[in-house]
T-cell receptor, first 117, second 111 residues
């Protein structure tokens, strides 16, 4: 099946620094990738939709200058949390839609646990 | 907007059936999904149902959709310890197939 990887799986950073999270589709091309944030006991929150070669579309309430998304190739999207603060600590999940597959299905990465101290 | 609700926990005995419930608010939901999340692994699509269907069965999994009550359920027959996970209900409404998620139900298996 289609595999999506995320790197790193866990990261701890100091307040005020920036952190980059990578999302890769390993065996398929993804024209569209999604970035989610997961809070404990709460539903996944869609942060933004990333289309290869164009600017990401951010959901209402998500600061685009704080959460920088780049989708430079058909297999890689990155999320950079800039000037991170403790409230940014969360579990970040990406997903990708197969360019040649069904629009119904998204393939999810294993997530990245970000802790800001 | 669309709201999707699930219970946070479900505890069942090994070998029994598990029924995980989900309610949603928008009757124009087109596809309804069940995802499974295990620690350290990505969300895995278990099954989905189109809104013009009432039931879908796939081996031990049975999905029931009651459109009138906007209620979706996932039944896992003969629950095993490997079924321990968080199960998420998700729905889509629009042509972009943007997923709207429930909070997830943690399935706990008792020996």
């Amino acid at each position: 099946g289609a595999v999506v990887s995320q790197h790193p799986s866990r990261v701890i950073c100091k307040s005020g620094t920036s952190v980059k999270i990578e999302c890769r589709s390993l065996d398929f091309q993804a024209t569209t990738m999604f970035w989610y944030r997961q809070f404990p006991k709460k539903s996944l929150m869609l942060m933004a939709t990333s289309n290869e070669g164009s600017k990401a579309t951010y959901e209402q309430g998500v600061e685009k200058d704080k959460f920088l998304i780049n989708h430079a190739s058909l297999t890689l999207s990155t999320l950079t949390v800039t000037s991170a603060h403790p409230e940014d600590s969360s579990f970040y999940i990406c997903s990708a839609r197969d360019r040649g597959g069904s629009r119904i299905e998204q393939y999810f990465g294993p997530g990245t646990r970000l802790t800001v101290t | 907007g669309e709201d999707v609700e699930q219970s946070l926990f479900l505890s069942v005995r090994e070998g029994d059936s598990s029924v995980i419930n989900c309610t949603y608010t928008d009757s124009s939901s087109t596809y309804l999904y069940w995802y499974k999340q295990e620690p350290g692994a990505g969300l895995q699509l278990l099954t989905y149902i189109f809104s013009n269907m009432d039931m879908k069965q796939d081996q031990r999994l049975t999905v029931l959709l009651n459109k009138k009550d906007k209620h979706l359920s996932l039944r896992i027959a003969d629950t095993q310890t490997g079924d321990s996970a968080i199960y998420f209900c998700a729905v889509t409404m629009d042509s972009n197939y943007q997923l709207i998620w429930g909070a997830g139900t943690k399935l706990i298996i008792k020996p």
